[in-house]
């Protein structure tokens, strides 16, 4: 299933969607593309001596042979992506890895969507509307300007709800209070799926318990290798151990540790600060 793409995978767009902050690559990955899946993601390097970062798979286009990935600039290597432009080359890109998101006709899903999450949300999304599902989209910011693909969803999805914290756009509050509401009100549910920040998973979790409504989490764990061998990206479900990369990055949201989830992302906090400050000092930020 892993291809290596074929050199040059080039970026054939980008755009600057929370400027600062988030953007939208397009990348020529031929290979990638035609095999790619909803839930698969890319490892890519930009840089001989750099580091191998996960990104999740936010779109493809196997006619075009492109795949869209979406990040956000939180550190040393997202720093260096971003002065990346059109024309520009990626290293090296190895995807698509991980295991497809699991779909099948359900009825209806609801596809739970926070911050830069929502971009891998959408390509799950795409899928259960592909295959016939009835997809209610919840989406949430902390304001209207950090909202994320809310045209895209618009325009398969029959029902979006937005929330923001701030009440600029939408519901004043969380995605777990329409969340809420939608499962008191409607017991035809067949599948919850949230991606975003951990804190939201594990709410999104823990609003969908009492519903014992089938609740599936896209875990955004440390990778390394990205193929199971190096064990970095081990999380706890169900009281077992697993790895992501390989049999994720997808879980019952019901059976994860997210505790230990969220301890493990912070563990290299202080020196991806420190790397992070260095690289921008280099580069006269």
């Not at 902050?21 to 035609?34: D, E, G, M, Y």
Request: hydrophobic share 40%.
């Amino acid at each position: 299933m892993i291809e290596i793409a074929a050199p040059p995978a080039r970026i054939l767009s980008k755009e600057r969607l929370i400027p600062g902050q988030t953007s939208k690559l397009v990348i020529h990955a031929p290979h990638i593309a035609r095999k790619a899946l909803p839930g698969n993601f890319v490892i890519l390097r930009i840089a001989p001596e750099g580091e191998r970062i996960p990104l999740t798979i936010a779109d493809t286009d196997t006619e075009a042979g492109t795949i869209t990935i979406v990040y956000l600039v939180m550190g040393k290597t997202t720093a260096a992506l971003e002065q990346l432009g059109e024309g520009d080359v990626i290293l090296d890109l190895c995807g698509p890895l991980g295991k497809a998101t699991h779909i099948e006709p359900i009825g209806t899903v609801i596809c739970v969507g926070g911050g830069t999450g929502i971009a891998a949300m959408h390509h799950i999304a795409k899928g259960h509307h592909m295959a016939g599902n009835r997809v209610v989209a919840i989406v949430g910011a902390r304001s209207e300007n950090l909202l994320l693909f809310c045209d895209e969803l618009e325009s398969f999805c029959p029902e979006l709800e937005v929330c923001t914290d701030d009440g600029s756009c939408g519901h004043k509050g969380f995605v777990t209070d329409i969340l809420q509401q939608r499962l008191e009100s409607d017991a035809d549910i067949g599948e919850v799926v949230a991606v975003g920040p951990v804190p939201m998973m594990a709410a999104v979790a823990r609003v969908a318990r009492p519903f014992n409504v089938k609740t599936t989490v896209s875990l955004n764990s440390i990778m390394v290798d990205g193929m199971g061998m190096c064990g970095a990206c081990r999380v706890t479900v169900g009281g077992e151990t697993k790895f992501a990369c390989v049999d994720g990055p997808e879980f019952d949201g019901l059976q994860v540790d997210f505790d230990e989830l969220r301890k493990r992302l912070n563990a290299f906090k202080p020196q991806e600060a420190i790397s992070y400050q260095e690289w921008k000092k280099s580069h006269g930020q």
